[in-house]
């Protein structure tokens, strides 16, 4: 679960020599030189937590299945094999993989059921402290019942059962770790040099300045269509998206703004990719007190202030201004990667006329004609906090504010540097702020932002209702698909009512990428997953 801020931090590019080729690349064509702006943390899958660090573990490692581009999570359709090469559900309870004879480590070793078993007691171990450990909460046990056979038993039934068995691990090796202490996992010299299953392996690490993976031509599944990735680090936008038009750069996974994109669309060498999007940004309430959540909210404590708030705000408007075609309206808190998504799913609709009579049946007047509305004497004002760093936020801040100085609302703008908008909303420092989520591809990620069990974590508003919690709850245990969807959008429905949030917009995730490479496909949690799929002309 990543903030949009930072994902959009990450994609920037230095600059190579380009060949001389009809088509400008850098150097060598048959490689592939990947813009970042920043390196990786740790090549340990366990404990990785960088942008970078994920799409290389993605090409060094493997996991049993990998998710499909259509992004289901319930039941296993649509999942790709990888170190598995097929399950079975057992029972409610069970599910049991076989494994790939062909599958080796990089260094010879068979790949087997004791590496599985091995690698989910790693991921849990409290030592270890794994990020994904929550997530595996469900798995009661991994099992190798034979060299090849690994079972995968669970404490309760539900829907995503093989997606968190498959989705959160990429198999690590037994006979290279298992005499590590767990405590001393995350400092091991494994984690700067790995040795994988995946289609890549770690050719060189320059910290700060390049990474590069070379195709495994022993590689079980088949050759990589591109023999190397080069991950090259600098951290000006500007400059590497100048790189990228010049020819001396290939790929570049994030391309956010008008101009950036018009930039990318006038290279002849370039094309936009386009993929669906993780990412929603939204106007978030404090439901609670500003550093004092034993008390309500001074003003959105009150749900129909709430909503006659939410009728006043033109998302459209927001949308042409900041972004043009390149997004939409979010109908909900979910965007276009996640399964449920639907584009005509409807929040409450713009009607300012409806909203200064739900401001004024509120008691809310203009009594001394000063344009704010009052009252008990006090007026409608308050401070929407928002990142610096995010032009896209600011614009949407001051069309925000525009919009509600219509509905007589004083609202201040409050612009703060990155990490102090994060503590902010961590610690409730806020009245209203502009958020943005890139969310995992289950529908019940979003109970880690609005769910009572979220506050004091991610749900930084603090929005509880007890109606919301149990019909997300019912919605993730459901398998039918289309049931599914049908108790997703009653759950979306009752959080859209109550609008601890206005969902404002989900952008296009645009990619800009050298024209001479085939087969591009995208994956919005993990844009590089298949990267090694990729060909060259």
């Not at 996991?63 to 259509?70: C, T």
Request: with cysteine.
């Amino acid at each position: 679960m990543r903030p949009l801020t930072f994902l959009l931090a990450i994609w920037t590019a230095a600059g190579l020599s380009a060949c001389e080729t009809g088509l400008p690349c850098p150097g060598d064509c048959s490689a592939a030189v990947i813009a970042t702006g920043a390196d990786a943390d740790v090549l340990f899958p366990p404990l990785v937590q960088s942008g970078v660090g994920f799409g290389v573990v993605q090409q060094v490692f493997l996991k049993l299945a990998d998710i499909g581009l259509a992004m289901n999570t319930v039941g296993d359709s649509g999942f790709v094999r990888k170190l598995a090469s097929s399950w079975e559900f057992e029972d409610q309870s069970t599910i049991v993989f076989q494994l790939d004879p062909r599958a080796r480590w990089h260094d010879g070793t068979p790949v087997t059921a004791a590496d599985v078993e091995f690698t989910f007691d790693v991921y849990t171990d409290t030592l270890v402290n794994a990020p994904a450990r929550p997530l595996l909460g469900s798995v009661a046990a991994v099992v190798a019942r034979d060299e090849r056979t690994v079972a995968f038993e669970f404490n309760r039934e539900y829907a995503e059962q093989f997606y968190d068995a498959t989705h959160h691990m990429w198999i690590i090796p037994r006979h290279l770790l298992d005499t590590v202490p767990r405590g001393r996992l995350a400092s091991h010299p494994y984690g700067q040099d790995p040795v994988g299953s995946g289609p890549y392996r770690l050719h060189a690490w320059r910290r700060g300045e390049m990474l590069e993976l070379r195709a495994d031509s022993l590689f079980f599944l088949g050759v990589p269509g591109i023999a190397r990735l080069i991950w090259r680090i600098s951290p000006d936008f500007n400059t590497s998206l100048t790189q990228l038009t010049a020819g001396q750069a290939d790929i570049m996974p994030v391309i956010v703004g008008r101009e950036n994109i018009e930039r990318v669309q006038a290279s002849e060498h370039l094309r936009l990719v386009d993929y669906p999007s993780a990412v929603y940004y939204y106007l978030g309430f404090n439901l609670r007190a500003p550093g004092a959540p034993e008390r309500p909210h001074r003003l959105f404590d009150d749900r129909e202030l709430r909503r006659a708030i939410a009728l006043g705000i033109d998302r459209e408007a927001i949308i042409g201004a900041v972004f043009g075609e390149w997004a939409q309206i979010a109908g909900g808190p979910t965007p276009p990667a996640v399964w449920i998504w639907d584009a005509d799913r409807r929040q409450l609709p713009f009607d300012s006329a409806r909203a200064r009579r739900m401001l004024a049946d509120l008691g809310w007047r203009d009594g001394d004609g000063d344009g704010t509305v009052e009252r008990d004497g006090k007026p409608l004002a308050f401070e929407i906090l928002y990142p610096s760093s995010s032009s896209a936020r600011e614009q949407a801040a001051v069309i925000l504010q525009e919009q509600l100085r219509h509905l007589g609302a004083t609202v201040e703008l409050e612009p703060v540097e990155f990490n102090t908008f994060v503590a902010r909303l961590a610690d409730g420092q806020f009245d209203a702020a502009i958020g943005a989520w890139s969310v995992d591809p289950p529908p019940v990620a979003m109970w880690q932002y609005w769910s009572r069990e979220g506050i004091g974590g991610s749900n930084h508003g603090r929005y509880a209702s007890a109606l919301f919690d149990s019909l997300v709850s019912r919605a993730a245990a459901i398998e039918d698909q289309a049931e599914a969807r049908a108790a997703w959008d009653e759950a979306i429905q009752v959080i859209n009512e109550d609008a601890p949030a206005v969902w404002l917009l989900t952008p296009s995730f645009l990619a800009g990428v050298h024209r001479r490479f085939r087969n591009v496909t995208l994956r919005p949690d993990l844009w590089a997953a298949t990267l090694w799929t990729w060909t060259v002309e």
